[in-house]
């Protein structure tokens, strides 16, 4: 028996060590170039000064010999401006606000789907989690331009109205270009992310136990909220952080399908980078982005600890 | 559980009162699911404080039988009556009968003690009776210091105790066990089966219980119903299943027994005594007194136990009839007593069993030993179906 439980680490999991350093290394290496590297890059821009030159900012690194004169330079500037300009407080509040709405509007359209699917016989579940997966199957961009053709003035939308006769000849549905759009466009986009963790954590949910609940004399809408919905929260909150977290920073769908008033910080974002050459000030603008996300997904990440 | 002495422990049969009124009722009850009948026009009754047991293989009907008392499967056909009332359509919360389910169903994100809560909750009982009733039940079930635990804290024999102490906090009017015992190891289970039995009698509740675990049955239960195919084939107490099975099934699902196929050769008016019947089975002559059915050439099945087959190495007075002769051809050595498998000189196979009630580690009959297999004309029975 001793034998067997010395020899055993080695042979069970198959392999020399190196394989297994591999397979750890890989994707940290990944992260390392992909995502810490750009990030520090972004924060050095963050702390420069903007300037009309390639790249658009100085200092820039000269060699470790100026490396003094280099730091010297950084300054928190950028992030003093953020402060001074209500554009950027209102840009920051108006996601949180953009993505608050949605996810909430996403939990109360993608539950009840979820648990329709959870409930549906078993022979018929992988076709539903199918049509919810097909919407991927079309490009993104694609997808948005399409609800363009249904919400404009004279689109899709103001056709069928008119044709049921819920709207006159002359009248027009006034949706595109408005924060609705903007709703609209992401609820439809992200309805997958926000059924597919919900669906299961409900589908992994023993009948029995709701069985149990009526049995003890609980009728069914009360054992939905006592029962159900208590044991689907790691669902709710992974569909809700999937969701919450890339809509705060969403950019393709607010630029759009909304309007002008439509304030959003990935918007804003692009605006300085691309439309000022603002580098600097546009990168501070994503670190303190950033730094918001993450206490969600700590939150989340926290959650997940729990449920394991 | 409680090693207090209880209330006596009287003779109780009210099914043998033909004035006694059916606690429940199951009236021609059929349940189809699609082609398949599950429960096929079964009509029984079940009286008031009894302990009441389901028995049968896998698929028999029996939990869907159960199911149907609790509420989660409506009959197709035929209703239920509890106390007289018919409780068709009445949704299982709206029951006053409660299930320890085979899975025990516990709330995974409850407290034992929440758990235990749930059910008198949904009354609306007030707070402090719920506290007392919950620490009663704690108290009932031995788990006062796990109250704070969540179900998955706990071992399999205490969760089984949990989904016990919640099913009997509401004292329902009857306690349904849907294999309530299954997940236990032997021991436990076995501890678990008197402590049942006991709780059964201190609460003065009616027990259902669905298992496919005969010893179980023989143990806990004042009645059995035997079931297969969706029917029932017979309904009496432990003694009387055991002792007197109505068909080749029973005798055959509990317990162990020999069953020896053959015809009738006469009856009683030829044999002289009253109720008698001689079978005869490819040279064997077995008589036996009991008042059957069965007429001449009928093909019956003469069915006896095993430990009422006596075993010798004489031949006995009479060889002639209700004496089979073979060599001993394997020995099944069980502890508290030994199944002699005995195998006549036309291959077939007969089995006796002997109690030890000697500290002999060699035994007189042994492997290959010529042996004579006797047994008295009351041992056996004569089964018709």
Avoid at chain 2, 64 to 84: H, K, N, S, V, Y
Avoid at chain 2, 104 to 133: C, S, W
Wanted: proline share 6%; net charge negative; charged share 20%.
């Amino acid at each position: 028996m001793a034998n067997v439980a010395e020899t055993n680490p080695v042979t069970s999991t198959g392999g020399p060590s190196w394989t297994r350093w591999l397979v750890v290394v890989v994707p940290y290496v990944w992260l390392i170039l992909f995502f810490v590297a750009p990030f520090l890059i972004i924060l050095k821009i963050s702390f420069s000064d903007t300037a009309i030159s390639i790249p658009p900012y100085t200092p820039v690194f000269e060699g470790f010999g100026a490396i003094g004169d280099f730091f010297s330079q950084l300054d928190f500037e950028n992030y003093v401006f953020l402060t001074e300009d209500p554009l950027y407080i209102w840009s920051y509040l108006s996601s949180l606000r953009i993505a608050a709405i949605s996810t909430l509007l996403l939990l109360l359209i993608g539950y009840p789907m979820a648990l329709a699917m959870a409930r549906a016989p078993s022979s018929i579940r992988p076709t539903l989690v199918m049509l919810v997966i097909l919407p991927f199957w079309t490009s993104f961009l694609i997808r948005v331009y399409a609800w363009i053709g249904i919400l404009k003035p004279d689109g899709l939308l103001t056709l069928l109205l008119q044709t049921i006769g819920l709207m006159g000849p002359d009248q027009q549905v006034q949706i595109f270009r408005t924060d609705y759009a903007v709703f609209i466009g992401i609820v439809y986009s992200y309805l997958p992310f926000m059924v597919l963790p919900l669906y299961s954590a409900l589908e992994k949910m023993d009948n029995s136990l709701l069985e149990a609940a009526s049995d003890l004399g609980c009728p069914p809408w009360k054992a939905f909220w006592k029962i159900t919905f208590p044991l689907s929260m790691p669902g709710v909150i992974a569909g809700a952080m999937i969701c919450f977290i890339p809509i705060t920073g969403e950019f393709v769908i607010p630029d759009l399908l909304g309007g002008a008033d439509t304030l959003m910080i990935g918007k804003t974002l692009w605006t300085e980078f691309f439309g000022n050459r603002d580098w600097p000030l546009a990168s501070a603008v994503a670190v303190i982005l950033l730094i918001m996300l993450v206490v969600p997904i700590m939150i989340f990440q926290n959650q997940q600890k729990k449920v394991v | 559980m409680a090693k207090t002495l209880g209330p006596v422990k009287r003779k109780f049969s009210p099914w043998t009162d033909p004035n006694a009124v059916p606690f429940i009722r199951f009236e021609n009850i059929t349940k189809r699911f699609g082609d398949f009948v599950a429960v096929d026009n079964l009509t029984l009754d079940i009286y008031e404080r009894e302990f009441f047991s389901l028995l049968g293989p896998s698929g028999c009907g029996k939990t869907t039988l159960m199911r149907m008392l609790a509420g989660f499967e409506e009959p197709t056909e035929g209703r239920i009556l509890l106390q007289g009332q018919d409780i068709g359509g009445v949704p299982p919360y709206r029951r006053p009968t409660n299930m320890m389910f085979q899975s025990y169903a516990l709330f995974p994100h409850m407290t034992v003690e929440k758990n235990i809560a749930f059910g008198l909750e949904q009354d609306n009982m007030p707070k402090g009776e719920i506290t007392a009733r919950v620490q009663e039940m704690l108290k009932l079930v031995k788990l006062e210091q796990f109250a704070k635990r969540k179900p998955n804290q706990l071992s399999g024999g205490q969760r089984q105790r949990v989904a016990l102490a919640r099913s009997l906090a509401k004292r329902p009017k009857v306690l349904l066990l849907d294999e309530p015992l299954g997940a236990l190891d032997k021991k436990l289970r076995e501890e678990t089966q008197f402590e049942l039995m006991d709780l059964q009698h201190t609460l003065g509740m009616t027990f259902l219980i669905v298992t496919h675990d005969q010893e179980e049955a023989m143990t806990v239960s004042d009645r059995i119903a035997v079931m297969d195919k969706g029917i029932i084939m017979q309904v009496a107490t432990p003694a009387e299943i055991y002792e007197a099975p109505n068909s080749r099934y029973v005798a055959d699902f509990i317990g162990d027994i020999n069953i020896i196929e053959g015809k009738v050769a006469e009856t009683a008016s030829a044999l002289g005594a009253p109720g008698a019947v001689r079978i005869e089975s490819e040279g064997l002559s077995i008589a036996v007194d009991q008042e059957s059915q069965a007429v001449k050439d009928d093909h019956v099945a003469f069915a006896i136990r095993p430990e009422k087959v006596r075993i010798s190495l004489d031949a006995p007075a009479d060889t002639a009839t209700n004496a089979f002769y073979g060599e001993v051809w394997d020995i099944g050595y069980l502890g508290d007593f030994s199944l002699f498998i005995v195998r006549s000189e036309d291959g077939r196979f007969l089995r006796a069993a002997q109690a030890n009630v000697s500290r002999l580690v060699d035994r007189p009959i042994t492997f290959g030993d010529m042996v004579w297999l006797t047994w008295s004309r009351d041992a056996g029975l004569v089964l018709t179906r």
